[in-house]
């Protein structure tokens, strides 16, 4: 009763070395036993479980700065532009984050196609430096998940071997995947560069663009999987984060994890790229649509132009030439000469209204008498036909 009591240790009591260093040596294998197992868990740990990376970069968007005061719009009441300017935001996350980037990415670097080198427990990923690359049939069935073991015999040749039970093959007619019940075995060599036809799988291995030491993988097993691009995408959808550094920011922090550092620089930077080509893209899409209607309508003016300029060229050698400025001058006398005869017209008319009136105003019967009177002086009958004869002036030029 009295050893339990000593045993046990309260906050406000000092702890007592000595009996617990007794207890530790009356059970001292226990205690090495323990630190053994623990040790050796921590050493299989370490050797086994492969470490994880992460890798950012950081991507700007709408430099020109009207977005750059986003996050007001989480403080100030009303203003629906920022609202809808800070909506913009979260569409380029959704871009960047999207399926259709990523598996554009995916399909560029050939993310589908993993490489290793060793046997377990040492078998590990590689990438970036290997002998050999996979070049997929994307329209031709692949074989998805199972191991493909590649033996280099030379230079120029190597041997496939395959075996495998309970795979999925893909159809890429209506873009699904099926579960074979069967086993395959596979083993035949090939010449780099050369395709490699199956009923379950089409690829071309071939060697890398870069130079490569084979026997920097002496004694190692190579081998390569195919996966569905679909699944490394959906994969890579939630291993990224995507989030802006600052709330009054438009500066996007894209954050990925992965085994190999290089894989995951890469895929970064690849993922940025294509994000931006696809904006300029879609910018000069809209560019060439314009310059299209601009060059059309051009050409429609050309033609015009044209068939104006045939007709002309037509119409002289026609012998229908004309001279304009002959032509004017003939216009002009024709027109000053019809104004003569018009005004010649204006003053006949006015001279014979007004002998008219001199006529009517003369009684010829008491003109007569008046002659008998007064002798021939006065207005005369023969005076009044010598005026309907001849008009007292002329305007001929």
Known sequence: MRSNKDTIISAQQEVNLKLFLHKVFINKKLFLISIGMALLLAVLYIAMTTPEYEVSTSILIDPSGSNRMLGE??????????????????????????????????????????????????????????????????????????????????????????????????????????????????????????????EYFNFILDTPNYSTNTDDFKGEELSFVIHSSEDITKGLMGDLEVDNIDIQASIFRIVSEGTIVAKEVAFLNKLTENYINNKLNARNDIA???????????????????????????????????????????????????????????????????????????????????????????????????SFQQPPYSLEP
Request: with cysteine.
């Open 73 to 198: 719009s989480q403080y100030v009441e009303g203003g629906v532009g920022l609202i809808e300017m800070e909506k913009n935001l979260y569409n380029e996350i959704g871009i960047i984050k999207s399926f259709s980037l990523i598996n554009q990415t995916v399909e560029d670097l050939g993310l589908d196609v993993t490489y290793y080198a060793g046997s377990w427990p040492k078998k590990r990923e590689q990438y970036g430096y290997f002998p050999f690359k996979v070049a997929l049939q994307r329209d031709m069935p692949q074989l998805f998940n199972v191991p493909f073991k590649v033996e280099i015999l030379s230079n120029r040749k190597y041997k496939l071997t395959l075996d495998a039970s309970n795979f999925e093959v893909s159809n890429p007619r209506n873009g699904t995947t099926h579960e074979v019940q069967r086993s395959i075995q596979f083993s035949q060599e090939y010449a780099f560069g050369e395709e490699v036809i199956n």
């Open 288 to 386: 060439t649509t314009k310059e299209s209607f601009i060059r059309n309508q051009l050409a429609i003016i050309t033609d015009s132009l044209l068939n104006s300029e045939l007709s002309l060229e037509g119409f002289k050698k026609g012998g229908n030439v004309i001279d304009l400025s002959a032509t004017a001058t003939s216009a002009m006398n024709r027109t000053q000469r019809l104004q003569m005869s018009i005004a010649k017209l204006r003053l006949d008319i006015q001279y014979y209204n007004d002998m008219i009136q001199y006529v009517d105003s003369c009684q010829l019967n008491d003109l007569f008498r008046w002659k008998q009177e007064r002798g021939s002086t006065g207005c005369t009958n023969r005076s009044i036909t010598r």
